[in-house]
């Protein structure tokens, strides 16, 4: 059961709470603007925001005037706040489509639904578009003549009454739309589009819409200058137009294509730059070698756009030419190396953005003298190295077993200092000045030859190293084989007649 606060066709008895009091022990609340009685089961609970009575009825409370009503509980609760964001979602020849969003305070007893009223724009004469209410943040008013212009609001409900409502702020024309207004933004305007001062800004944006959309531009918010910029708007395109950009054109441009309440709008960044300034208080900062160490600060003016670095550039006193000795140096100091001995240079900075290289460059102001070091020469002091050794053998001599007739050699290797005296000795009996004995030394390796060997040159050979600091000696044998007179034995003998028939005889032949 519910009791309205007005109380509309009711006949009220002599309890009736439009008319009774609600005391306190402090006091008297006279004709408390009752919202809802509901008839419960005991535990009674008043919510009133404006007393602050919330939670049981305190003992002090009392109600005067229902002797037939018993166990009374009552709730007093407020109407909800405005729906949000109320817009047209979709509009044609007979129906327009509305979206928001719920309200922010619904009320203690919730929220029972939504009511939609339009009327004639310049009239009054509001009506309800909806015969019960509903929760969803969606409608679609139906039924509606074509080319009228209504005003449409919306009321969130709850049994505490209405809310304020949600207006939108020009009136709908009804009509219907071909085709929803959309532009279609060039790929490379969806980074910033940067063009240098001085030269020309044409953009040509198409966008669709049907009927023909409204267009409009702004900059950051404000209308543009018509001195500026001129703009020209067709039925599927729109052209923005700078004759000579300067650095005051760079920022936002908003460009909005709206039909009735329907509207796309799209943000071009654009950013004309130029010519940075030159760096500011190059200085020789120090010499040394070959080197020259270089400091200065960053331009005073960047151009509108960030710097990709320092161009370093040198010329010595003698040519008087400029060469690059560094290209886009990032940082505001440098070190310039393999410079000449005896010359003196200076040198200028330019700094570089996207536009190019300033148009002047920073200057030292005094030259780097490369100066030839003065050198004295110290000769180092080392004690020698003592070279000198007894003779050794690294290589011995070998056994050896020759063939009579046939030359042969004995090969060893020495190693001393001072270089020793080289003896070759036979059987103990050195070898002299015999033209059968070839001896040479070369490198340390001595080697004995001896030519067409008897059997009587066969025996011990010794190899004998002296020099000042001792001697050694190495043995080997030498063994000659075979007799005089190699070609002991049979021989074959081919024969030819004159009648042309071979034959063959054996010759033996001996020693």
Same mark, same amino acid.
């Given at each position: 059961?519910?009791?309205?606060?007005?109380?509309?066709?009711?006949?009220?008895?002599?309890?009736?709470?439009?008319?009774?009091d609600?005391?306190?022990?402090?006091?008297?609340?006279?004709?408390?603007?009752?919202?809802?009685?509901?008839?419960?089961?005991?535990?009674?609970?008043?919510? /009133?925001?404006?007393?602050?009575?919330?939670?049981?009825? $305190?003992?002090?409370? /009392?109600?005067?005037?229902?002797?037939?009503?018993s166990?009374?509980?009552?709730? &007093?609760?407020?109407?909800?706040?405005c729906?949000?964001?109320?817009?047209?979602?979709d509009?044609?020849?007979?129906?327009v489509?509305?979206?928001?969003?719920?309200?922010?305070?619904?009320?203690?007893?919730?929220?029972d639904?939504?009511?939609?009223?339009?009327?004639?724009?310049?009239?009054?004469?509001?009506? @309800?578009?909806?015969?019960?209410?509903?929760?969803?943040?969606r409608?679609?008013?139906?039924?509606?003549?074509?080319? !009228? /212009?209504?005003?449409?609001?919306?009321?969130?409900?709850?049994?505490?009454?209405?809310?304020i409502?949600?207006?939108?702020?020009?009136?709908?024309?009804? /009509?219907?739309?071909?085709?929803?207004p959309?532009?279609?933004?060039?790929?490379?305007?969806?980074?910033?589009?940067?063009? $240098?001062a001085?030269?020309?800004?044409?953009?040509?944006?198409?966008?669709?819409?049907k009927?023909?959309?409204?267009?409009?531009?702004s900059?950051?918010?404000?209308?543009?200058?018509?001195?500026?910029?001129?703009?020209r708007?067709?039925?599927?395109?729109?052209?923005?137009?700078?004759?000579?950009?300067?650095r005051?054109?760079?920022?936002?441009?908003?460009?909005?294509?709206?039909?009735?309440?329907?509207?796309d709008?799209?943000?071009?960044?654009?950013?004309?730059?130029?010519?940075?300034?030159? $760096? @500011?208080?190059?200085?020789?900062?120090?010499?040394?070698?070959?080197?020259?160490a270089?400091e200065?600060?960053?331009?005073?003016?960047?151009?509108n756009?960030?710097?990709?670095?320092?161009?370093v550039?040198?010329?010595?006193?003698?040519?008087?030419?400029?060469?690059?000795?560094?290209e886009?140096?990032?940082?505001?100091?440098?070190?310039?190396?393999?410079?000449?001995i005896?010359?003196?240079?200076?040198?200028?900075?330019?700094?570089e953005? @996207?536009?190019?290289?300033?148009?002047?460059?920073?200057?030292?102001?005094?030259?780097?003298?490369?100066?030839?070091?003065?050198?004295?020469?110290?000769?180092?002091?080392y004690?020698?190295r !003592?070279?000198?050794?007894?003779?050794?053998?690294?290589?011995?001599?070998?056994?050896?077993?020759?063939?009579?007739?046939?030359?042969?050699?004995?090969?060893?290797? &020495?190693?001393a200092?001072?270089?020793?005296?080289?003896?070759?000795?036979?059987?103990?009996?050195?070898?002299r000045?015999?033209?059968?004995?070839?001896?040479?030394?070369?490198?340390?390796?001595?080697?004995?030859e001896?030519?067409?060997?008897?059997?009587?040159?066969?025996?011990?050979?010794?190899?004998?190293?002296?020099?000042?600091?001792?001697?050694?000696?190495?043995?080997?044998?030498?063994? &000659?084989?075979?007799?005089?007179?190699?070609?002991?034995?049979?021989?074959?003998?081919?024969?030819?007649s004159?009648?042309?028939?071979?034959?063959?005889?054996?010759?033996k032949?001996?020693?």
């Amino acid at each position: 059961m519910a009791i309205s606060q007005d109380c509309e066709g009711c006949t009220p008895c002599s309890g009736c709470p439009k008319t009774s009091d609600w005391t306190t022990g402090d006091g008297s609340l006279s004709n408390c603007p009752v919202l809802l009685i509901l008839f419960e089961a005991p535990g009674p609970v008043c919510q /009133r925001q404006d007393t602050g009575l919330d939670g049981p009825l $305190p003992e002090g409370l /009392r109600q005067w005037g229902v002797p037939c009503i018993s166990n009374v509980s009552m709730f &007093v609760t407020e109407p909800p706040s405005c729906p949000l964001h109320l817009a047209v979602e979709d509009v044609n020849d007979n129906s327009v489509s509305l979206t928001w969003k719920a309200p922010e305070q619904a009320g203690s007893a919730g929220l029972d639904g939504y009511l939609v009223e339009c009327c004639k724009d310049g009239t009054a004469d509001w009506v @309800a578009a909806n015969k019960e209410l509903f929760l969803s943040t969606r409608y679609t008013i139906r039924n509606l003549t074509s080319g !009228d /212009r209504l005003q449409i609001r919306v009321k969130a409900v709850n049994v505490g009454g209405m809310s304020i409502p949600a207006v939108l702020e020009q009136p709908v024309v009804i /009509r219907e739309i071909l085709e929803h207004p959309k532009i279609r933004v060039p790929r490379h305007l969806w980074q910033t589009y940067i063009r $240098p001062a001085g030269e020309a800004v044409n953009l040509l944006i198409p966008f669709q819409g049907k009927p023909r959309p409204q267009v409009s531009w702004s900059k950051d918010g404000q209308p543009l200058d018509p001195k500026r910029v001129t703009v020209r708007s067709g039925d599927r395109d729109t052209i923005f137009f700078i004759r000579k950009a300067e650095r005051s054109d760079s920022g936002q441009y908003q460009l909005s294509v709206k039909i009735d309440r329907l509207e796309d709008k799209a943000t071009i960044d654009i950013h004309v730059i130029e010519q940075p300034g030159p $760096p @500011a208080n190059l200085k020789l900062v120090d010499v040394w070698g070959f080197n020259v160490a270089l400091e200065w600060s960053p331009p005073k003016d960047n151009g509108n756009a960030a710097l990709k670095g320092y161009t370093v550039q040198k010329s010595d006193r003698k040519s008087g030419q400029w060469f690059t000795v560094l290209e886009r140096c990032p940082r505001p100091s440098c070190t310039v190396s393999d410079l000449i001995i005896g010359n003196s240079y200076s040198f200028r900075v330019f700094s570089e953005n @996207a536009c190019g290289h300033s148009a002047t460059a920073a200057f030292t102001t005094e030259l780097a003298h490369i100066r030839k070091p003065e050198i004295a020469y110290k000769p180092e002091k080392y004690s020698g190295r !003592d070279f000198s050794e007894p003779p050794k053998f690294t290589q011995p001599l070998a056994d050896r077993s020759t063939t009579r007739g046939y030359n042969t050699q004995l090969f060893c290797c &020495v190693r001393a200092f001072p270089k020793p005296k080289i003896i070759w000795l036979k059987n103990q009996t050195e070898i002299r000045e015999d033209p059968k004995y070839i001896a040479v030394i070369n490198e340390g390796v001595c080697s004995l030859e001896i030519r067409k060997p008897s059997p009587f040159d066969g025996g011990v050979y010794t190899c004998k190293a002296v020099n000042p600091l001792g001697e050694a000696s190495v043995d080997c044998r030498l063994d &000659v084989k075979g007799k005089a007179g190699g070609l002991a034995g049979w021989w074959p003998l081919w024969l030819c007649s004159l009648s042309q028939h071979w034959g063959c005889l054996s010759l033996k032949i001996t020693a």
